[in-house]
T-cell receptor
Framework: NAGVTQTPKFRVLKTGQSMTLLCAQDMNHEYMYWYRQDPGMGLRLIHYSVGEGTTAKGEVPDGYNVSRLKKQNFLLGLESAAPSQTSVYFC????????????FGEGSRLTVL | DQQVKQNSPSLSVQEGRISILNCDYTNSMFDYFLWYKKYPAEGPTFLIS?????DKNEDGRFTVFLNKSAKHLSLHIVPSQPGDSAVYFCAASGGSNYKLTFGKGTLLTVNP
């Protein structure tokens, strides 16, 4: 019973490098989200998707891109990483909104040097 | 502009006593509220929720109270157990908004 799976779990990048975080959910949820968690800042929404082929900006979208080509996958891309993007990234999915419970992955810790 | 505020970064209580975690919100469109618990190195997990048509929701040791006029909600844990030690996030949604807005979290420590 996997739920929401994020890969990779840890990554170190140099400034200017690019990378993609992959989120996969096996619950057939329509809605998927990418959050970042920083000390003293709580969880902030980066981008979200309300269904396959759709994406929308959250609170802090700058420097990130996303794609939802398949219903079960939600990719978060960093085209040119910056130290300010050092964070723990959480993917989440839900069956319905706005009252649907979010199911979170275990997180991906990214360090940009 | 922080729409969901958890003004206490941390709280420490003794095992067996009551833990009360507070949350304030500013957006009057919010009509659904949730609490999530997060252990270190894990993702947040859903704990309990409440709709704005209610003022109380109870689930075992956990009760959430909502005061709409004050735009305030609280989570009560009775009795508190050491395993409850975690970061607790308050979250809110409302209207046609497809997303949850989270507070900054409160670190609860329950001492044996």
């Amino acid at each position: 019973n996997a739920g929401v799976t994020q890969t990779p779990k840890f990554r170190v990048l140099k400034t200017g490098q690019s990378m993609t975080l992959l989120c996969a959910q096996d619950m057939n949820h329509e809605y998927m989200y990418w959050y970042r968690q920083d000390p003293g800042m709580g969880l902030r929404l980066i981008h979200y998707s309300v269904g396959e082929g759709t994406t929308a900006k959250g609170e802090v979208p700058d420097g990130y891109n996303v794609s939802r080509l398949k219903k079960q996958n939600f990719l978060l891309g960093l085209e040119s990483a910056a130290p300010s993007q050092t964070s723990v990234y959480f993917c989440a999915s839900s069956e319905q909104q706005p009252t649907g419970e979010l199911f979170f992955g275990e997180g991906s810790r990214l360090t940009v040097l | 502009d922080q729409q969901v505020k958890q003004n206490s970064p941390s709280l420490s209580v003794q095992e067996g006593r009551i833990s009360i975690l507070n949350c304030d919100y500013t957006n009057s469109m919010f009509d659904y509220f949730l609490w999530y618990k997060k252990y270190p190195a894990e993702g947040p997990t859903f704990l309990i929720s409440i709709s704005s048509i209610k003022d109380k929701n109870e689930d075992g040791r956990f009760t959430v109270f909502l005061n709409k006029s004050a735009k305030h909600l609280s989570l009560h844990i009775v009795p508190s157990q050491p395993g409850d030690s975690a970061v607790y996030f308050c979250a809110a949604s409302g209207g046609s908004n497809y997303k949850l807005t989270f507070g900054k979290g409160t670190l609860l420590t329950v001492n044996p």
